[in-house]
C-alpha cells in the first residue's frame, strides 16, 4: 500500500516560460496556519485580529493573508508555494488521474460546444454522440450562445458517478436536433500518452506527467510492448514537467536490478532516506533510451538519473531543467493549500541536479530561455558544466551536478535559431481548433482511407497548410510558415490522423522524423 506520498511539483511549458502547477494532497495536517508559539508568529496573529475587529472600513482578511503568505513564500525557494482552493481543486483532479463525467473532448467554437472527440469506451461514445456534435442543453441548462466560465460548463458536465444527465445536441451532419441520457463515470486523465513499436525490436512508451496512475499505466504498456517483442524501450520524458516522485521510483524499479540505488533524500536535519530496487522488475535486461529536453524535470531527472548513475541506460536529447528540491503539502480548511520544500533529492552517484536560484524566482524560471541565447540547445559543447561537481558512475562514465541531467547523446532542437516559436505554435491548442474547423466543414473526406493512404494524400496537397496560414492570420498570429513548411505540414497531418483516427496515429505520425528517435535507432 502506497503511503505519505512526495510530491515533486509538475512544471508545465508555454514556450519556455515555466510555472508550477501543484498535485495531489500529501498528508492532512490539523495545525492551523498562524498558530504559533513565538512572538513574530503571535504578531501576524494579532495583526489579522486587529484589521478585522477595528478596521475602519469592511476587509477582506482572507486575501490579506493570501498575499502575507505569498510574501512569505516568495522568501524561501522557487518551488515552495501556495495554491488557492481553485487551483487546487483542479490540479488535484488532474494529478488523482481520473474524474467522474460525460467523457468528451470539446472546444467553445463560436457560441456552443463542440465535441472534438468523445473518450473512447466512455459513457458519451457509448450513448451514442459523435464527433462535431454541439451539445446546447445539459437537462436544462442552456450552454450556447452564451460566455459561460469554464467552472460552470464543467460542473454542468461532471456530476456523482452513475448519476444521469440528458443532452440536448445538435448534429450538424444529420442538420436535427436530438436528446441522448448519458450515465456519467470515471474518466481516465493519461499520463501516458502512447505505448507503441517503433519497429520488431523497439517500444517506445511516451509519458506527459507522473500522477497517481502513471506507474499502472506504465507497466500495463510495458508488458503490451514486450508482448510484441520489443527487446530495447525507448521512455519519451520531454516536456514532462514532474509529479509525484513515488510514480517514478516504481517505473525505475522496472528497469534497475535488485538493491540498486535509485535515489535518496536529505532533509533540514541532515535525515538522509535511501530508496533501493526490488526483484520485481520487469524489464530489467533490455536496452533503456530516456529521452530529455529542457522541459523535463523533477520527477522526470529522478527517473533520467537513476538510469544514467546506474549505467542502466543512454539519456537522449537536451539538458534537462534542473529541479532536485521535494516538496510537502499542508492543507487548509478552505481548501487551499502551501507546498513547502523540506528535502534535497540526489541522484545514485550522490549529485544533485539541482539549478541555483539565489538570483530570485524571475531569474530562476528564465534560465531556460537563456539556453537560446547562450547556444545551449544548438551545440553540445555550449553546455556549462562545473567540473568541482563531477561525479563518475559505476562503469566510470563522468556525469554532473548542478543544474539538470546532462544527456549522453546531445540532440540540438530541430529548427533554426529564430524560428524556434514554429515548434511551440505546432504543439500549442490552436492547431488542434483549426483541425477541428477544417475536419467539421466534411467529415466524409478522409472516410476509407488506411492511415497510410491518409499520410500520402496529406503529402501531396498544401491546402490544408495554405488553409492554416490564413487562420493565423485571422486570429491575429503573423507568424510566415513557409520557411518550416515541412515541419508544419508533419504537425498538421499528425493531428488530423489524432482527430480521425486516434492518439496513437499521432504518435506514429510525429515520431518518423522525430530527431532524438532518429538518434536510438541509428
Avoid: W
Wanted: aromatic residues 10%; positive net charge.
Amino acid at each position: 500500500m502506497k503511503i505519505n506520498k512526495i510530491y515533486l511539483p509538475i512544471l508545465i511549458c508555454a514556450t519556455l516560460s515555466l510555472g508550477i502547477v501543484l498535485g495531489k494532497y500529501f498528508n492532512s495536517s490539523k495545525n492551523q496556519f498562524f498558530v504559533a508559539k513565538n512572538s513574530s508568529k503571535n504578531k501576524l496573529n494579532k495583526l489579522i485580529d486587529f484589521i478585522d475587529n477595528e478596521y475602519v472600513d469592511d476587509v477582506n482578511t482572507d486575501s490579506i493573508v493570501n498575499v502575507t503568505v505569498d510574501n512569505i513564500l516568495g522568501q524561501l525557494d522557487p518551488h515552495s508555494v501556495y495554491i488557492p482552493p481553485t487551483e487546487q481543486a483542479q490540479v488535484a483532479e488532474n494529478m488523482k488521474g481520473n474524474f467522474v463525467g460525460i467523457g468528451v473532448n470539446f472546444y467553445m467554437y463560436n457560441d456552443s460546444v463542440a465535441i472534438i472527440k468523445p473518450v473512447e469506451n466512455g459513457p458519451s461514445a457509448k450513448a451514442g454522440i459523435k464527433a462535431g456534435d454541439r451539445i446546447l442543453y445539459a437537462d436544462k441548462t442552456k450552454l450556447f450562445g452564451r460566455k459561460l466560465p469554464s467552472d460552470s460548463l464543467y460542473s454542468s458536465l461532471k456530476g456523482v458517478q452513475g448519476s444521469e444527465v440528458e443532452l440536448t445536441i445538435f448534429r450538424k451532419s444529420e442538420q436535427k436536433k436530438l436528446k441522448i441520457k448519458i450515465k456519467r463515470d470515471v474518466i481516465p486523465l493519461k499520463s501516458v500518452d502512447v505505448s507503441l513499436m517503433l519497429n520488431g525490436k523497439t517500444g517506445y512508451i511516451k509519458i506527459n506527467r507522473f500522477a497517481e496512475t502513471t506507474y499502472e499505466e506504465f507497466k500495463s504498456g510495458l508488458l503490451k510492448l514486450k508482448k510484441s517483442g520489443a527487446q530495447t524501450l525507448v521512455i519519451d520524458l520531454r516536456d514532462n514537467g514532474g509529479g509525484y516522485m513515488e510514480e517514478a521510483i516504481d517505473i525505475a524499479d522496472e528497469l534497475l536490478k535488485d538493491k540498486q540505488l535509485i535515489v535518496f533524500t536529505k532533509n533540514k536535519k541532515g535525515n538522509i532516506q535511501k530508496t533501493y530496487a526490488t526483484k520485481k522488475g520487469d524489464f530489467e535486461a533490455g536496452n533503456v533510451f530516456v529521452l530529455i529536453n529542457e522541459n523535463s524535470a523533477s520527477a522526470s531527472e529522478i527517473l533520467a538519473g537513476a538510469i544514467q548513475d546506474n549505467d542502466r541506460g543512454t539519456i537522449v536529447g537536451r539538458r534537462s531543467f534542473g529541479k532536485g528540491l521535494v516538496q510537502r503539502e499542508m492543507d487548509f480548511d478552505d481548501g487551499s493549500a502551501v507546498r513547502l520544500t523540506v528535502a534535497r533529492y540526489y541522484t545514485p552517484t550522490g549529485r544533485s541536479i539541482q539549478k541555483p536560484y539565489t538570483k530570485g524566482n524571475e531569474s530562476y524560471f528564465k534560465e531556460s530561455e537563456s539556453r537560446f541565447v547562450n547556444g545551449e540547445l544548438y551545440e553540445k559543447d555550449s553546455i556549462k558544466v562545473v567540473d568541482s561537481l563531477k561525479f563518475k558512475t559505476p562503469k566510470g562514465k563522468i556525469v554532473y551536478g548542478g543544474g539538470g541531467i546532462v544527456p549522453d547523446i546531445f540532440v540540438p532542437i530541430a529548427i533554426e535559431h529564430g524560428n524556434e516559436n514554429t515548434v511551440y505554435l505546432m504543439q500549442s491548442g490552436i492547431v488542434g481548433n483549426f483541425v477541428f474547423e477544417q475536419l467539421d466543414k466534411n467529415r466524409e473526406v478522409f472516410k476509407g482511407l488506411s492511415l497510410e493512404q491518409f499520410e500520402i494524400k496529406m503529402k501531396e496537397t498544401d491546402v490544408y497548410f495554405n488553409a492554416f496560414q490564413k487562420f493565423l492570420s485571422q486570429t491575429g498570429l503573423d507568424i510566415k510558415l513557409n520557411r518550416n513548411k515541412a515541419i508544419v505540414k508533419r504537425y498538421l497531418t499528425a493531428e488530423f490522423a489524432r482527430q480521425f483516427y486516434g492518439e496513437s496515429s499521432y504518435y506514429e505520425i510525429i515520431l518518423k522524423d522525430d530527431a532524438m528517435i532518429k538518434a536510438v535507432l541509428k
